[in-house]
T-cell receptor, first 117, second 112 residues
Framework: GAVVSQHPSWVICKSGTSVKIECRSLDFQATTMFWYRQFPKQSLMLMATSNEGSKATYEQGVEKDKFLINHASLTLSTLTVTSAHPEDSSFYIC?????????????FGSGTRLTVV | QKEVEQDPGPLSVPEGAIVSLNCTYS??????FMWYRQYSRKGPELLMY????GNKEDGRFTAQVDKSSKYISLFIRDSQPSDSATYLCAMISTDSWGKFQFGAGTQVVVTP
């Protein structure tokens, strides 16, 4: 089945620094990837839709200058949390769909736990 | 009001019991309904999916959708300790592919 690899799985950074999270589709090409954020005991909330070769589409309330998304190839999307603050500490998850599968066949990455100290 | 409501639990059941989970939603445009299982600090994995109203069975899992009541359910028969996880319902409308609306997730604990 389709596999989405996310790296790193866990990162700790100092307040004010930037952190990059990678999301790769390993055995399929994904023109669109999605980035979610999940706070403890809360649901996954869609942050942005990443489109290969074009600008990402951000959900209302998500700062595009803070959460930079780059989808430079059909297999890689990156999320960079710039000038991270403790309130950015969360679980970030990406997802993508293998276009050769059904419309509901979205695969999620294993997630990245970000802790900002 | 959230688009998708799900009781966060925790729901504790003895091994072998039936686990009953449900979600309600408000957006009648949702057409695809999924259940995901998420272990602690891991990404969600797809368990079941259904389209439109009705029942779907897959091994020990049964998913039900009642679009008239905007209510979906997941039943796990013969529950095992390995079923202990958080279960999230999710749904999509055809005009927003990929933009899942998730429930908050129900934590399930199956005790030996």
């Amino acid at each position: 089945g389709a596999v989405v690899s996310q790296h790193p799985s866990w990162v700790i950074c100092k307040s004010g620094t930037s952190v990059k999270i990678e999301c790769r589709s390993l055995d399929f090409q994904a023109t669109t990837m999605f980035w979610y954020r999940q706070f403890p005991k809360q649901s996954l909330m869609l942050m942005a839709t990443s489109n290969e070769g074009s600008k990402a589409t951000y959900e209302q309330g998500v700062e595009k200058d803070k959460f930079l998304i780059n989808h430079a190839s059909l297999t890689l999307s990156t999320l960079t949390v710039t000038s991270a603050h403790p309130e950015d500490s969360s679980f970030y998850i990406c997802s993508a769909r293998d276009p050769d599968t059904s419309n509901y066949g979205y695969t999620f990455g294993s997630g990245t736990r970000l802790t900002v100290v | 009001q959230k688009e998708v409501e799900q009781d966060p639990g925790p729901l504790s059941v003895p091994e072998g019991a039936i686990v009953s989970l449900n979600c309600t939603y408000s957006n009648s445009a949702f057409q695809y309904f999924m259940w995901y299982r998420q272990y602690s600090r891991k990404g969600p994995e797809l368990l079941m999916y259904t389209y439109s109203s009705g029942n779907k069975e897959d091994g020990r899992f049964t998913a039900q959708v009642d679009k008239s009541s905007k209510y979906i359910s997941l039943f796990i028969r013969d529950s095992q300790p390995s079923d202990s996880a958080t279960y999230l319902c999710a749904m999509i409308s055809t005009d927003s592919w990929g933009k899942f609306q998730f429930g908050a997730g129900t934590q399930v604990v199956v005790t030996p």
